[in-house]
T-cell receptor, first 112, second 115 residues
Framework: LAKTTQPISMDSYEGQEVNITCSHN???????ITWYQQFPSQGPRFIIQ???TKVTNEVASLFIPADRKSSTLSLPRVSLSDTAVYYC?????????????FGAGTRLTVKP | DAGVTQSPTHLIKTRGQQVTLRCSPK?????VSWYQQALGQGPQFIFQ???????QRGNFPDRFSGHQFPNYSSELNVNALLLGDSALYLC??????????????FGPGTRLLVL
């Protein structure tokens, strides 16, 4: 499974746009990129998933360049409640995955 | 539509004991995965069950075992508990056989404390 690298922590202020970049240089052809959000003592919550170019849903956007060696999660106009740990995962269909590896994630702190 | 549920929410055990954690997947899901999350770390994959069989396994000892029932619910069993087994245990469910990537949905977790 492709290893991912994310910043350990980021700070932002309410109302700002936050971009968290994940590097995955060894991504395989059939791998998807998925982002999760986790609050303390809760299970990770699915945010967004993509394969290439740009994906947007009601909470975030995911930008994936043509070489797919990195991806950027964009959170528009963050609020205090967006303070959480964000995980980037890369993998294919679970049947072919030997592991679902979460890294340490990026701890986002949103300040008033 | 109920999401993934887990029981119990919290549990305290002593070293050497055995524990069983339970998980009910999201409606329509047939695959269940279990993760261990130590404080301050990301979740670590334990194993995955599909069609009542263990399909994949992470780097965990045989003390960790599981089961999946015909209704797709699952149990995680840990024998001979160690202090280091104290963690948040997460269950995630997904739907197999689809053309799209199998997004995993996580339950709230069971907090296990081993004394």
């Amino acid at each position: 499974l492709a290893k991912t690298t994310q910043p350990i922590s980021m700070d932002s202020y309410e109302g700002q746009e936050v971009n968290i970049t994940c590097s995955h240089n060894n991504i395989a052809t059939n791998d998807y990129i998925t982002w999760y959000q986790q609050f303390p003592s809760q299970g990770p919550r699915f945010i967004i998933q993509g394969y290439k170019t740009k994906v947007t849903n009601e909470v975030a956007s995911l930008f994936i360049p043509a070489d797919r060696k990195s991806s950027t999660l964009s959170l528009p106009r963050v609020s205090l409640s967006d303070t959480a740990v964000y995980y980037c995962l890369v993998g294919g269909v679970s049947y072919n995955n030997n592991d679902m590896r979460f890294g340490a994630g990026t701890r986002l702190t949103v300040k008033p | 539509d109920a999401g993934v549920t887990q029981s119990p929410t919290h549990l305290i055990k002593t070293r050497g004991q055995q524990v069983t954690l339970r998980c009910s997947p999201k409606s329509g899901h047939d695959t269940v995965s279990w993760y261990q999350q130590a404080l301050g770390q990301g979740p670590q994959f334990i194993f995955q069950y599909y069609e009542e069989e263990e399909r994949q396994r992470g780097n965990f000892p045989d003390r960790f075992s599981g089961h999946q029932f015909p209704n797709y619910s699952s149990e995680l069993n840990v024998n001979a508990l160690l202090l280091g087994d104290s963690a948040l245990y997460l269950c995630a469910s997904s739907r197999s056989g689809g053309a799209d990537y199998e997004t995993q949905y996580f339950g709230p977790g069971t907090r296990l404390l081993v004394l």
